[in-house]
């Protein structure tokens, strides 16, 4: 049944110092809305119980793409379309301007903002797989202060993070450090759903790797776990044996053991694990052709 919009509340705080001493004195009541993409929708299937909500549109302190030569930090309530116009998140990082381009459509991008996608902690999410392939650090504020933690640790079990009641995101932070590794680097982005636009991901896979620094290869896959995953074992094998058929095949006997996805209404457990499979491969055979390349100087 649909919500009823007069029993909810909302406070919106003009400036981040407001919001956070809000938070803090009553904990776990408001609930921050920014973009309100996913809040609207538990809203209007009647199912948001928090019928607080703190308005984080006044907040110019979690706007904004700001440069500068070690890194690049985005406010948590850009959008997507933000991200994407952005010409040197484009060029530097490309995973993330691919998963901006795949969220739903137009009209989701101009609204969607990233600290929404992030904090709403969905394993189908698609931006999350592209950041921590990119090492993205977060940025979490308090009344208390503020805290920075990789990216990567930030969800800890479906749909639990660590953000604490009384913490707002406030931005995402890319290190331009791989921007030194020049046009070597190699990303791949897919995601699969029903359809192009206006489609929850059955799967999303985001790839890193550099032919001349194996550390630096990444694999990491939305909605086939209880949080979006890095396969690290994955990786390691693949650092250790090369880009070779014989190494491919020992890479998605590992990815199996990785993966844990289940059947649900987008998809199954088997099409979920054989596309990923195929996903792995098409992307690490991209990656030697690259590397071939790279070593004939061409
Ligand atoms: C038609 C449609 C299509 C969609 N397609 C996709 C898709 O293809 N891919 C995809 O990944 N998602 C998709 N979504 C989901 C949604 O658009 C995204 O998750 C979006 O990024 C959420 O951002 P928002 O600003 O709208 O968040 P909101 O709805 O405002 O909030 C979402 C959650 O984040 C919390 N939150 C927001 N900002 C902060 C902050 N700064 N600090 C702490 N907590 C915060 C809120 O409390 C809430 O729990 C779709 C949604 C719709 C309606």
């Known amino acids: 049944m649909r919500g009823y919009v007069p029993a909810y509340e909302v406070k919106s705080p003009e400036t981040l110092t407001e919001a956070l001493s809000i938070l803090q004195a009553q904990p ?22 928090n019928r607080n909500l703190l308005n984080l549109q006044g907040l110019k302190e ?3 793409i700001s440069v500068s030569p070690a890194e690049i930090t985005i406010g948590a309530l850009s959008t997507f379309r933000q991200i994407l116009e952005h010409d040197l998140l484009k060029t ?3 995973l993330l301007a691919a998963a901006a381009r795949s969220i739903g459509a137009i009209a989701i991008q101009n609204r969607a903002t990233i600290g929404g996608n992030i904090a709403n902690a969905s394993p189908a999410a698609d931006s ?10 977060i940025e979490l504020v308090s009344s208390t202060g503020s805290r920075r933690l990789s990216y990567a640790e930030f969800h ?27 046009s070597n680097d ?7 759903g029903t359809r192009k636009a206006q489609a929850i991901s059955k799967i999303c896979f985001a790839g890193r790797f550099h032919p001349c620094s194996p550390g630096n290869l990444r694999l990491v896959f939305g909605s086939v776990a209880p949080t979006v995953l890095r396969c690290i074992q994955t990786e390691a094998i693949i650092q250790g044996g090369g880009l070779d058929l014989k190494t491919i095949q020992k890479a998605k006997d590992s990815l199996t053991r990785e993966l844990s996805p289940i059947d649900d209404i987008r998809s199954t457990a088997e099409y979920r694990l054989r596309v990923s499979l195929n996903l792995l491969e098409d992307f690490l055979i991209l990656a030697r052709q690259k590397q071939s390349h790279v070593e004939l100087g061409s």
């Not at 009541?29 to 009647?46: H, I, N, Q």
């Not at 921590?132 to 650090?137: G, P, R």
């Not at 953000?163 to 921007?179: K, N, S, V």
Request: proline residues 7%; aromatic residues 10%.
């Open 28 to 49: 776990g009541k408001w609930k921050p809305l920014a973009g309100g993409t996913d809040l609207m929708v538990l809203l209007e299937s009647g199912v948001l119980e």
């Open 128 to 137: 999350p797989p592209a950041l921590i392939a990119h090492d993205a650090v």
């Open 156 to 182: 800890q079990g479906y749909k639990k993070t660590q953000l604490a009641t009384d913490e707002l995101i406030r931005a995402i932070i890319l290190p331009r450090t791989q921007a030194d590794t020049g």
């Open 92 to 94: 530097e990082f490309p």
């Open 186 to 192: 190699f990303f791949f982005y897919r995601k699969v």
């Open 62 to 64: 979690l706007t904004g």
